[in-house]
């Protein structure tokens, strides 16, 4: 992620504001990447204790090839609700993973995923570069896969793939498919447009 200036990470629409993670996040991460409800369906290792969760910072930070963001509510006073995560960037291919969790239990499945991930797939398209997506999605986290699959319209892919986990659905979702989800919804909801509307900020 050479290519992208670290001081304008920084995006906001009408219900959120995404800043890149930093070291006051580790604890929170930490709360909410080993804790069972949220981590039912992640399939990448909780961390054991804090060392290991500093350890992952450590490396996360050296790592060129993955972005986290931490997601702040506006409504709810700025809280962290969550964060979304591009990895294995590639950027000559403008392809990267995506995923999303909504770590602060009080916040799942209200909505904030519904509204989070076109929200997150737009800062990707239009900001980062990046022309595909991937989700892998472990075939039982049903919220994810309607959300993903069925109402932004990611295909699944068969067969072996360089971003398949093992016993995950694996979704693709190119910039075209991505622009034709925004025109059906933009049109049949006019809320979409304040969600959309990403501002990025200079920090
Ligand atoms: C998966 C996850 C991101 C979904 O986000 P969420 O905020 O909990 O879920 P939502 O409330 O937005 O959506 C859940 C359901 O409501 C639906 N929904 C929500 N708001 C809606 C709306 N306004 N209109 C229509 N449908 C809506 C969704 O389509 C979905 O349908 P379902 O009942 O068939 O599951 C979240 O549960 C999470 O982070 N889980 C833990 C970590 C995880 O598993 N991450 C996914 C890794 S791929």
């Not at 920084?10 to 580790?26: K, T």
């Not at 990267?96 to 519904?114: C, M, S």
């Not at 910039?175 to 049949?188: G, H, N, P, Q, R």
Request: with cysteine.
């Amino acid at each position: 992620m050479d290519f992208l200036n670290p001081s304008r990470l920084y995006f906001s629409n009408s219900i959120v504001i995404l800043r890149p993670i930093n070291e006051d996040d580790i604890q929170t991460l930490f709360n909410w990447r080993t804790d069972p409800i949220i981590n039912k369906y992640l399939t990448s290792p909780a961390p054991k204790n804090m060392q290991d969760q500093r350890q992952w910072f450590w490396k996360y930070q050296h790592d060129t090839d993955s972005l986290f963001f931490m997601i702040r509510s506006r409504a709810l006073d700025n809280i962290k609700i969550g964060y979304c995560l591009f990895s294995k960037i590639d950027g000559s291919k403008g392809c990267a993973e995506f995923g999303i969790v909504i770590g602060n239990k009080d916040y799942l499945h209200q909505g904030f995923g519904h509204k989070l991930m076109p929200t997150c797939m737009k800062i990707a398209y239009q900001y980062l570069g990046i022309h595909t997506l991937y989700s892998n999605v472990h075939s039982q986290n049903l919220a994810c896969l309607t959300v993903v699959q069925n109402f932004i319209g990611s295909e699944p892919i068969i067969g072996p793939h360089p971003y398949r986990k093992d016993n995950e659905v694996l979704l693709r979702l190119d910039l075209s498919d991505f622009e034709a989800f925004e025109e059906k919804i933009l049109l049949k909801n006019e809320k979409w447009r304040n969600i959309l509307f990403i501002e990025q900020a200079e920090m």
